[in-house]
């Protein structure tokens, strides 16, 4: 144990956890502020307008807090990232909070809850069987009362020393969180929310879209010029999304089939739509492309990044007017091509830069990154 500690502090991944010695939990938009503002800042100048590459950042600066907590939005803020991610699912009770899965045994402590034991169940979400504890299940006031936890904690244990400080935020606390810092930092910050099992929740009677494109517009955001980005996994729920706002909408490209497809027997899968023709159909509702890296630059048998075989998704998605903002950028060698790791150990830090480097020469707009940090400071190299 001590050796894993010494570890992640020669690679610096507890280095925003120093200043904290017995974390507060940080409910509330100012607690998270004060508790971000404790952490070590590698905050360089935003620049002015669309930041290219736009930093996005992933679940929060997820590499150094659990996931989806205000505490995350606010440290990545801090850090210089120019939009925040939260992926979202809806209460029982219609309220859109933040969380990467409605399975919310994932990353919160339900599962030591008594009280909410009997919720737990089995279902099949997205053609998936899961067991656990879901999202639509809870009222917002007792997904309140649960508490984040790390998801990895085997790659990231210094984020778990935070499990049970944050609670879930709901979408306004986080819209709140950054126009509280938009005034602090003097500078425009953005959201980009992912619809989570939008098909489920539609089944349930809980559909995601209405809710949302309501909540930005209640708090200012209708026109494609908002600082906000809506993605999806689907294909029709973007295309809904599309007729209910103005504002810029992502497809995002995963393997297989979008789960919409499946289920409608369409037969379309992310192969078809990632050709040329796939990319000038989803212009047609959409601003930017999200795709996983290998879209992009594949790994080859070997596990490393081989970049003289890059693909021409950038270039054929430009040619439709596309962003292309592929995911997820993480600096622990476990998630790094086999050629930019450094040492064996998985949760040390290899040359993410690098990777990041050779996507920005592969053209792309912008990137999902956990830990926004290293992103803000290879953009701020001249
Ligand atoms: O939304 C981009 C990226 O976050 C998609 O993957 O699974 O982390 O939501 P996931
Ligand atoms: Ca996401």
Redesign the pocket.
Known sequence: MFRTVRTLLRTSLLAPLLAVSAPAQADSVQAAIDWARQQPQTHTDVPKGEARPLIIA??GASGYVPEHTLAAYALAILQGADYI?P?LVMSQDGQLVAR?DNQLGLTTDVAQRPEFAERQRSQTVDGISLNGWFSEDFSLAELKTLRAIERIPQIRPGNARLDGSFAIPTLQEIIDLVKSLQLSQQRVIGLYP?T?HPTHFQQLGLGLEQPLVNLLKKNGYHSAKAPVYI?S?EVNNLKSLSRLTPVRLVQ?FGAGQPFDQQRLGSGLTYAHMASPAGLKAIARYAAGV?PEKSYIIPRDASGNLDAANTTAFVANAHAQGLKVHP??FRAENSFLPANLRTGNDPQARGDSAAEIQLFLDAGIDGL?IDQPDIAVRLRAKP
Do not use: N, V
């Open positions: 992933h679940r991610e992926d990467h992912e989570k993605q996994f995002l999200g995911y997820t999902f």
